[in-house]
Each structure stands twice: as C-alpha cells, then as structure tokens.
C-alpha cells in the first residue's frame, strides 16, 4: 500500500508549502500530492483553491493575478504564526524533490475560464527531470485536462479523479486514456469498485484517509494507496487514532 502525503504533511504544517513538503520527506513518505494551478502570467504554482482567502486571508484569485501580485503573500500564519515566511511554491520548486526518490503526484486544479494551456507548461517542466520524469503522476477531475494530456504525451503517468462523474463512465475513460490509477473520496470506495478497477489494471487510491479507522477499512477492501495529511500514518501501530486525536495534532 502506498501512502501519498496529501499537500504535503498538511496535519503538522500548512497544506502546499515547502515546509509540509519537506516534512513529509522527513517522515519517511514515499509520495507526494499537490495541487498545480496557473497565474494570469503563466507561471505554475503549487496551491488548493481557486482564491487566496483561505491560506493568505486576501482574495485574489490566482488565475486572475500575476505571479508578482502574489507571490510575497505569507501562505502559512494561517495554520500557526511559525510558519509565516511560507511563501506560494512554484511548481519548479517543489519538482526538486523527485531527485530524493520521492512520486510526485500533480493535481491540476481547473478554473473557469479554463487555464491556458497548462498541460503544455506542466509537460514542458516535467521534460527538464529527464529520468526522474518516471516519478510524476498527473490526475486532475478535470477530464479535458487528462484528455489534452494524453494527446500531448503517449506516455506521462495519468492519474483519473472520479469526482461526480459516474462510475462506469469514469472507469471506461479512466481505460481509454490510459491512466495506471483512479482516485476516489473515502465515501466513494467499495470492495465492488476495487475489484472493477483491478480488473482493468487500474490502481485504486482513496483520499483523505487520516485516521488508523479509516486506514483499517480500506485496507480491508484492498485499495493500493491513500492519501493522508499524515504521512507518519503509515508507521503508527498500536493505539488507535481517532479523529480527536488528528485535531490536536492539527494544531501542533
Ligand atoms: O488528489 C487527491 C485529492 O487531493 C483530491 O482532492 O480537494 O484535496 O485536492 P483535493
Ligand atoms: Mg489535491
């Protein structure tokens, strides 16, 4: 089972900074995931929502800014004032890890309007790893993202979100596009998907799983990974985590 850390280690630092990044490197994770989205200048940076409100309490839309308008925000006093030289993280930055022998998994957060030609960007950066290029995953719930992908690249690993599609719909094209996994929310996973997904050769990943609860159920219906704001998850034995206990830790 892999254990993909989820924005980084987003339980113990601010979710998509160097910081949570690295954190999770140090916990021993064999896996990142992050969340790539563009500015109106085409540069790719490494954050969740469409806005800025959240993780820098102004709202400035990141597709509609440039790089300059928001790159000197402090993306990480939200989660604990310790963390307010976090800075937004350009997706070049953050593709550094993979010469640690690290999966990076690039999540494309579509906008509307649609970013420009981002599919074009990310594959021109993932280029420049030669052969580290094996380690990037690419998924997004954007579907025409995957598609564009594809086309672009016969080869670039795909990673095919379910989101609200339906279920035999997204299965089909999680197939057509080649795409080696499916990824779906922890409501949404069943012994009856895992197995349909196998039967195509696709790997089932589950989000979020951070609680030792959580983690027994799936391994129960088999799934082949998770991500977790928890990357230490994978170590923990003995007493169980609930989720009270994931709140403390939050707020470490
Ligand atoms: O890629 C898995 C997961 O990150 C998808 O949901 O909203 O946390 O990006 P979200
Ligand atoms: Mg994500």
Redesign the pocket.
Known sequence: MKFIA?RGASGYCPENTLSAFQQALSMGAQAL?L?VQQTKDGELVVV?DADLKRVAGVLLKVGQSSYKDICDLDVGSWFHPRFSVERLPRLAQVLEFVSQGVEL?L?IKQSRPTFSDIETRILGLVEYLGSHKRRIVI?SFHHPTLRRLRQLDRKIRLGY?VGKTLWFKALREAVVLNCESI?VALRQASLSRVRQSHARGLKFLV??VNTRRELAHVQGLGVDGV?TNYPDLEFENGKQKDSTADISRANL
């Open positions: 989820h995931e969340d969740h998994h999540e998924s979100l990824h989000y979020t991500f």
